[in-house]
T-cell receptor, first 113, second 114 residues
Framework: DQQVKQNSPSLSVQEGRISILNCDYT??????FLWYKKYPAEGPTFLIS?????DKNEDGRFTVFLNKSAKHLSLHIVPSQPGDSAVYFC????????????FGEGTQLTVNP | NAGVMQNPRHLVRRRGQEARLRCSPM?????VYWYRQLPEEGLKFMVY????????ESGMPKERFSAEFPKEGPSILRIQQVVRGDSAAYFC????????????FGPGTRLTVL
């Protein structure tokens, strides 16, 4: 049972344009969501998170949007840079401190110069 | 740099041998999590530990796998009698154990079972 799904295995965008990565979840108990970026042969690196009490969180070029009614979140990267090319994972947790993360399958983002 | 440290980075074992993976959390972090990433898949939770306690092991296979986080020293993930299906990247993450927050990941150990 895949509780967090990233339906696009890959995404290709031009440098300077917007990258939009999508994520859907099924578990209504999830109330904290995170995006991680991963390069080959490295561990995931935390990018940005959002609590379910918000619908938007912004950090520099990265913005995460949460639509609770649709159980959908998205990560926007503006402007996209070649160094952003990596696999992006969406993750979710239930509200208690120290709870485990449930990950999506990942989306490979390629930003072309 | 006081990031999460894992060793070894690469581990090769023959079927039936034991694999021991180590994780030192970030300084000041008391919560450790282990995840496994099979080829072409996302990360899957295995176990969550605090010092000397297993808090949640619902993701651990019922046999051959065990984990500990002793009072002193790193957290250890132990796989006994490895099989080819255990070949994967094993990631450790740590968190400070405060309110909801991100987990910080180590570089992973890539286990290959021959």
């Amino acid at each position: 049972d895949q509780q967090v799904k990233q339906n696009s295995p890959s995404l290709s965008v031009q440098e300077g344009r917007i990258s939009i990565l999508n994520c859907d979840y099924t578990n209504s108990m999830f109330d904290y969501f995170l995006w991680y970026k991963k390069y080959p042969a490295e561990g995931p690196t935390f990018l940005i998170s959002i609590s379910s009490i918000k619908d938007k969180n912004e950090d520099g070029r990265f913005t995460v949007f949460l639509n609770k009614s649709a159980k959908h979140l998205s990560l926007h990267i503006v402007p996209s840079q070649p160094g952003d090319s990596a696999v992006y994972f969406c993750a979710a947790s239930e509200g208690t401190s120290g709870s485990r993360l449930t990950f999506g399958e990942g989306t490979q983002l390629t930003v072309n110069p | 740099n006081a990031g999460v440290m894992q060793n070894p980075r690469h581990l090769v074992r023959r079927r039936g041998q034991e694999a021991r993976l180590r994780c030192s959390p970030m300084k000041g972090h008391s919560h450790v999590y282990w995840y496994r990433q099979l080829p072409e898949e996302g990360l899957k939770f295995m176990v969550y530990l605090q010092k000397e306690n297993i808090i949640d092991e619902s993701g651990m296979p019922k046999e051959r796998f065990s984990a500990e986080f002793p009072k002193e020293g790193p957290s250890i993930l132990r796989i006994q009698q490895v099989v080819r299906g255990d070949s994967a990247a094993y990631f450790c993450a740590s968190s400070p154990g405060l309110a909801i927050g991100e987990q910080f990941f180590g570089p992973g150990t890539r286990l290959t079972v021959l």
